[in-house]
């Protein structure tokens, strides 16, 4: 069983909440948000709200929260082969209220069909808030192209 390894990433002015599965081993060892270096978050992310790619950790919580995002992931703890999505077992849900609570959250976002499966499981009916499934910005996910999953995540500022 593995756990959880970083806190969310809000604070009181987050509006959007960017929900992901579970963080792959890479995230795991850079204790941050999508770190694998082929995952296409944060430089999606920074393109659609028109800044520069983050490098840095210290500089990826800047554009999230200069651009009112919270990001936090549905699964606290659960069995899972590598990075393998498909592979999760035994999960146990990430508890949202201190982000729902602690912020201005109008809209959820989640990153891609495995998040949006233990979301609607364990936490949808606690929310009051609709959430809207985007694809995956995940490397595994090859069929979007970085163009097209722009696109796709765009809805976020709308």
């Known amino acids: 069983m593995r756990d959880y390894p970083f806190i969310p990433l809000y604070d009181e002015n987050s509006e959007i909440l960017i929900l992901g599965s579970f963080p792959s081993v890479k995230s795991q060892e850079n204790k941050f948000f999508?770190?694998?270096p082929q995952n296409r978050f944060w430089p999606m992310i920074a393109e659609i709200f028109g800044e520069a790619r983050p490098q840095t950790?210290?500089?990826k919580i800047a554009l999230a929260l200069r651009n009112?995002?919270?990001v936090w992931d549905v699964i606290e703890s659960c069995d899972i082969v590598g990075s393998s999505d498909s592979s999760i077992k035994n999960a146990v849900p990430n508890d949202l209220s201190e982000i729902l609570e602690k912020s201005k959250i109008q809209k959820i976002f989640?990153?891609?069909?495995?998040?949006?499966?233990?979301?609607?499981k364990y936490q949808a009916k606690a929310v009051d808030i609709p959430a809207v499934c985007l694809p995956s910005t995940s490397p595994a996910n090859a069929a979007w192209s970085f163009e097209r999953l722009k696109e796709a995540w765009s809805v976020i500022i709308k």
């Open 34 to 36: 999508y770190g694998h």
């Open 57 to 59: 950790r210290e500089e």
């Open 68 to 70: 009112h995002m919270a």
């Open 110 to 120: 989640i990153n891609g069909r495995t998040a949006e499966k233990f979301y609607r």
